[in-house]
């Protein structure tokens, strides 16, 4: 069974310019999730989507982060303008559903911002 | 503020012993718990989850939840070098996962 894919794998970007990143889920896997691990702490936990409705993106910064999953499968997180502090990991997870919620994650995006 | 607590570590044993992880959690709401390894520049794999009180045994790794303690831990016996990484405990409540900072183990041969 194929994992969490997510591309690209590295980004480097200048401060004010955007960013987008990409996650394919597990197969099957209605739940999916978008952290950010900056170096030395856990995961932040930014949004998370069941299907293609949001159900929760209370710690996402709404004034520059935004992501979609429109079709309830791949998912898109943009950063728009970014800013030196964004530089971190951003870590794809999916679950199979809200309650069956042992989450797999993806290889990441780790994004430095100059 | 909910909160997930580690201790950073580095926490270093033998090849061989066993090696104990703790964490403890603020938010008593906490319905499930997980313990993942990430190894350096790797994402977070998961090795363990435990939904209710006492112990689950996962061959070499027992996880341990006490809920009104708000306390997590994992016991890894027979500890390997491959083991050595950073171990991420997190607690799910209400659509809310919540990891701690993770403590770094290296098991030395």
């Known amino acids: 069974e194929a994992g969490v894919a997510q591309s690209p794998r590295y980004k480097i970007i200048e401060k004010r310019q955007s960013v987008a990143f990409w996650c394919n889920p597990i197969?099957?896997?209605?739940?999916l999730y978008w952290y950010q691990q900056i170096l030395g702490q856990g995961p932040k936990l930014l949004i998370q989507?069941?299907?293609?409705?949001?159900?929760?993106d209370s710690q996402l910064p709404k004034d520059r982060f935004s992501a979609e999953r429109l079709k309830g499968v791949d998912s898109t997180l943009k950063i728009q303008p970014a800013k030196l502090e964004d530089s971190a990991v951003y870590l794809c997870?999916?679950?199979?559903?809200?309650?069956?919620?042992?989450?797999?994650f993806g290889p990441g995006t780790r994004l430095t911002v100059l | 503020q909910k909160e997930v607590e580690q201790n950073s570590g580095p926490l270093s044993v033998p090849e061989g012993a066993i090696a104990s992880l703790n964490c403890t959690y603020s938010?008593?709401?906490?319905?499930?718990f997980f313990w993942y390894r990430q190894y350096s520049g790797k994402s977070p794999e998961l090795i363990m989850s435990?939904?209710?009180?006492g112990d689950k045994e996962d061959g070499r790794f027992t996880a341990q939840l006490n809920k009104a303690s708000q306390y997590v831990s994992l016991l890894i016996r027979d500890s390997q070098p491959s083991d050595s990484a950073t171990y991420l405990c997190?607690?799910?409540?209400?659509?809310?996962?919540?990891f701690g900072a993770g403590t770094r183990l290296t098991v030395k041969p």
């Open positions: 997870a999916s679950s199979l559903t809200l309650t069956a919620n042992e989450q797999f």
């Open positions: 197969s099957g896997h209605a739940t």
């Open positions: 989507f069941q299907n293609n409705g949001v159900v929760d």
């Open positions: 938010d008593r709401g906490s319905q499930s």
């Open positions: 435990i939904y209710s009180n």
């Open positions: 997190a607690a799910y409540n209400n659509n809310d996962m919540r």
